[in-house]
């Protein structure tokens, strides 16, 4: 599996746009990108995946340039409700390898 | 529908007793995942289930900790013998199919306590 590496805490304000950027320098060409949030006392929430260029939803957007080696998750106009640890991870759809490597995440606080 | 479930949410045993942690998956969902997760740390890969086989056992921390899963449903992690540093809150996730790419439906958590 890939490694990533992302900051490991983050502030804003609300009403920003919060960008979360990972680098996965070793990523293979089958591998998937994964944002996963987390709140206090509950279990990772799957937000966005994505393979290359741009993918949005309600949620968020998912940057991801050419090379792949890094990925940026975009929140827009952020909430207090945000607060959250988010987790980037990558690996790929089927094969043996089951596991998910989430490592400590960044800790996003958002401030009125 | 009905999510992924763990029971109990909380459980406060003395060490060196034996503890059983349960997790029912949602309908359907082929893969069944366990992690743990200690106080402010990420999250730690245990083990993993395929049907009801385990192809990756690599990580449970030691020989005291034990997993199966019985009609590609329900799932229970065991921990023997328990010590203070198996304290943690212990998550068990669920996909429809087996593979790091594809989304993963989290429980609550189980949080254990070892006094």
């Known amino acids: 599996l890939a490694k990533t590496t992302q900051p490991i805490s983050m502030d804003s304000y609300e009403g920003q746009e919060v960008n979360i950027t990972c680098s996965h320098n070793?990523?293979?060409?089958?591998?998937?990108i994964t944002w996963y949030q987390q709140f206090p006392s509950q279990g990772p929430r799957f937000i966005i995946q994505?393979?290359?260029t741009k993918v949005t939803n309600e949620v968020a957007s998912l940057f991801i340039p050419a090379d792949r080696k890094s990925s940026t998750l975009s929140l827009p106009r952020v909430s207090l409700s945000d607060t959250a640890v988010y987790y980037c991870?990558?690996?790929?759809?089927?094969?043996?390898?089951?596991?998910?490597?989430f490592g400590k995440g960044t800790k996003l606080s958002v401030k009125p | 529908g009905a999510g992924v479930s763990q029971s109990p949410s909380n459980k406060v045993t003395e060490k060196g007793k034996d503890v059983e942690l349960r997790c029912d998956p949602i309908?359907?969902?082929?893969?069944l995942y366990w992690y743990r997760q200690s106080l402010g740390q990420g999250l730690e890969f245990l083990i993993y289930?395929?049907?009801?086989?385990?192809?990756?056992k690599s990580g449970l921390p030691s020989d005291r900790f034990s997993a199966e899963r019985t009609g590609g449903s329900v799932s229970t992690l065991t921990i023997q013998r328990t010590q203070q540093e198996d304290s943690a809150v212990y998550l068990c996730?669920?996909?429809?199919?087996?593979?790091?790419?594809?989304?993963?439906?989290f429980g609550p958590g189980t949080r254990l306590t070892v006094t």
């Open positions: 996730a669920s996909s429809l199919v087996q593979g790091t790419a594809y989304e993963q439906y």
């Open positions: 070793n990523i293979a060409t089958n591998d998937y």
């Open positions: 994505g393979y290359k």
């Open positions: 991870l990558v690996g790929e759809r089927g094969g043996s390898q089951g596991n998910l490597i």
């Open positions: 309908s359907g969902h082929t893969a």
């Open positions: 289930f395929q049907g009801n086989s385990a192809p990756d």
